[in-house]
């Protein structure tokens, strides 16, 4: 089950995600990256004081990431001071990265990775999809989220929520590093 959709009715195309088995992995292309872009969904700050949303800040301080965050997660970075780049749909952020001279903040180029989490499973499925089949010239499709995502590029494998956030925590301290 850890390198499986987790709906079973997700039948994902000739080529899957291949597992990132270790968080390093992940701080690695995240340092790669030469204009990452972060999309961040609700189910982040799901939970009892959600130990998600700080190190997601962290390592879009660390990288110079672009944080494109849909409205129900935007307030809870702002109580963290935290602001993200641009709020916005999931699917919004889905059709722009569509868009190969999109750039999510004026003075960045358009992104080269889209670092994917906290989107419902069912739409984060439709919107990488979508990247896979029409953006893969120009972008590389990550998630960082707890479930596996068959459409990506890379994906973590699934997790519990316990597990994530150890994980993102370890992703944030690799990054920091210099």
């Not at 995600?17 to 701080?27: M, N, Q, S």
């Not at 190190?55 to 001071?81: D, K, L, W």
Request: with cysteine; glycine share 8%; net charge neutral.
């Amino acid at each position: 089950m850890k390198g499986e959709a987790w709906l079973r009715a997700e039948t994902p195309a000739i080529v899957r995600a291949t597992l990132i088995e270790k968080p390093g992995v992940a701080a690695k292309l995240l340092k790669r990256a030469k204009s990452p872009v972060i999309v961040v969904g609700h189910e982040v700050a799901e939970g009892e004081g959600s130990g998600i949303l700080d190190p997601i800040a962290r390592i879009a301080r660390a990288t110079g990431a672009p944080v494109v965050a849909t409205g129900g997660v935007s307030a809870e970075f702002g109580r963290r001071r935290f602001a993200p780049v641009i709020v916005m749909s999931a699917m919004e952020a889905g059709d722009r990265l569509l868009d190969p001279a999109w750039r999510p903040a004026p003075d960045r180029s358009p992104p080269d990775y889209a670092f994917i989490l906290g989107v419902p499973f069912a739409i984060a499925s439709v919107i990488e999809a979508g990247l896979a089949s029409f953006a893969r010239d120009h972008l590389k499709i990550i998630s960082l989220d707890r479930l596996y995502h068959p459409h990506c590029d890379l994906s973590l494998p699934n997790q519990s929520r316990e597990e994530w956030e150890k994980n993102l925590e370890t992703i944030a301290r690799e990054v920091e590093k210099t």
